[in-house]
């Protein structure tokens, strides 16, 4: 099979399109053709190794320490179940699946084996490929931080720092469903999309500093990571939350421990990859208030471009890999 590899950290000329072995699958195991897949921050930071302060080591230490152990990048992928092991219960050949391989990584190759109790859905009918394949990350990560984290409740202010992006335009649309009231924070380039799925309000962060502004919120959600608790915090509302999506080791570590006396305080840590949260966007698609969005999409051939658009910046919702087609 085909697969988007890396050898070496660095620049996106490192990522070659390679002829790997097929994939074997275990008893409990399924075997995914991989239609389309993403180009996601956790790509982009394993492979060119820009974490935020202080988390390179660990890194280092998870992937490999002088060059990466885990060749073929991708967590997240739509696709159709060629192979079943012999114990498979929940799956049949022929199914079309979303799954979110997580730090299993794998999904950029024509093929991918993972275990029929991974994070592993039905793909809702109503998404077509490219959309299916942007399913996971983002939407899980909002939900994940917003809903079970953050505690998100119906008539709340929320501000969403970095609105634009893959984590951001999902976060928009749960915060919606939820009955928040949403300000996105983004550049005047992602003013429409983000408006077209629901924010209310809009900061043009090249005009304004939001935590300059006299207005507070319940939660403060930081997918950029330069909203620290030092410039957030006077920006809360007594028992608001600062959810640090990107953070530094050290900001990170004391989160735990920034909370005042108004019961304001900050929440890190990372995202949790389960089937609910799957099938809790799934249902959100059904009724018409979630949908991934997809910024561009990319020929297999063509994925070290996708590298170079994270490189560059700019992007508005996934970068999608289109391995083949699919009806």
Same mark, same amino acid.
């Given at each position: ?11 996106? =000329? $490192? ?9 074997? *699958? ?7 053709? #991989? ?6 921050? %956790? ?25 990466? +152990? ?26 079309? #699946? ?5 730090? +299993? ?28 394949? &942007? !399913? ?7 939900? /994940?931080?917003?809903?079970?984290? @953050? %505690? ?9 720092? @970095? ?15 939820? %009955? ?8 005047? $380039?992602? /003013? &429409?999309?983000?408006?077209? *799925? ?5 900061? /043009?962060?090249? +005009?304004?500093?939001?935590? =300059? ?5 319940? *939660? ?26 990107? &953070? ?14 108004? %019961? +304001? ?7 949790? $990859?389960?089937? /609910? ?22 020929? !297999? ?6 590298? =170079? ?15 083949? $087609?699919?009806?």
């Amino acid at each position: 099979m085909k697969a988007a590899v890396f050898k070496h950290y660095g620049s996106p =000329e $490192e990522v070659v399109i390679e002829e790997r072995p097929m994939p074997t *699958i275990g008893a409990h195991d399924i075997l995914i053709q #991989v239609v389309a897949t993403v180009v996601n921050s %956790g790509d982009w930071r394993i492979r060119s190794l820009s974490v935020p302060r202080g988390f390179g080591p660990m890194l280092r230490l998870y992937f490999g320490l002088c060059k990466p +152990r885990k060749q073929i990048l991708g967590s997240e992928l739509a696709g159709r179940v060629t192979a079943i092991g012999q114990q498979v219960s929940q799956f049949k050949v022929g199914d079309d #699946v979303i799954a979110f391989s997580g730090v +299993r990584l794998g999904a950029h190759a024509e093929y991918i084996a993972l275990p029929e109790d991974a994070p592993i859905i039905p793909k809702p009918e109503r998404l077509d490929w490219h959309q299916a394949a &942007a !399913f996971c990350f983002g939407g899980t990560t909002a939900l /994940d931080f917003l809903c079970h984290k @953050g %505690g998100l409740e119906a008539g709340e202010r929320v501000l969403i720092n @970095g609105a634009s992006g893959t984590v951001g335009t999902a976060a928009i649309q749960i915060a919606k469903h939820y %009955g928040a009231h949403v300000t996105a924070v983004c550049s005047a $380039e992602g /003013d &429409a999309l983000v408006r077209s *799925i629901g924010a209310d309000e809009v900061i /043009d962060y090249r +005009r304004a500093d939001f935590t =300059e502004s006299a207005e507070q919120w319940n *939660i403060i959600m930081d997918i950029v990571g330069n909203a620290p608790w030092s410039r957030s915090k006077a920006s809360l509302k007594p028992k608001g939350r600062l959810l640090m999506i990107v &953070a530094d080791l050290r900001n990170t570590l004391l989160a735990s421990f920034h909370k005042d006396a108004e %019961g +304001r305080q900050a929440i890190a840590g990372t995202a949790r $990859e389960h089937r /609910d949260d799957l099938k809790t966007l799934a249902k959100l698609v059904d009724t018409n208030e979630y949908w991934p969005i997809v910024h561009k999409v990319y020929d !297999f051939n063509d994925i070290r471009a996708a590298h =170079e658009m994270f490189d560059q910046g700019g992007k508005h919702g996934s970068l999608v890999i289109r391995l083949c $087609e699919m009806k």
